[in-house]
């Protein structure tokens, strides 16, 4: 009977954490990682390059970008991602992380006040921030809930390589295997 029962706990723990998205023992987040730019149709920062429908099921994963005036983010770059798991989004650590030219200028707290966190920081010391990393990903009631959001921006024209990740280590995507990307190509 006692056999019986641990099996049974063990199961509904094994379900309980699948379901929940968090990430797993081998630190990555249950789910496959999707990225993709997001056009914000509306915004002042509308991009009409991206695919208007650009989102984690139908990803528009590169862009063409004209490089923002120094000490702007006029020209900014907006990415964001999620976890995919059987048509729906889980949730886990993350980051973002920039190769190339450009930045990572907005690294936005997944839920303000609350216990979840973001962190930007430059991981080579070059000066430039080059790694996100959220907690968890966005959560309230609003359009882009239950995603993770970043921006870049570059002065300088070149390509930018940016990664997303499960990342339970908060160390970057170097080391991870549940990755994808995008690509920005910066002009002047």
Known sequence: MFRRMLYVTLAALALVSASSGLANATGETTGRAASYI???IGAVT???NVNPNSDCLTPDRGDTQRVSPEGTTTNNVHNDACFLRNGEQVNGPASFHSLGVGVISACPDPDDTGPEFAV?????????ADLCYQS???TGKGAGDTEYHA???????GRQF???CSD??????RDEQNIANIVINWRR
């Open 162 to 164: 940016v990664l997303f």
């Open 136 to 138: 968890a990903y966005q």
């Open 168 to 173: 339970a280590d908060a160390n970057g995507c």
């Open 120 to 128: 930007l920081s430059d991981t080579n010391g070059d000066g430039r």
């Open 38 to 40: 997001n056009p914000d």
């Open 151 to 157: 921006r870049m921006n570059s002065f300088v024209a």
């Open 46 to 48: 509308e991009n009409p």
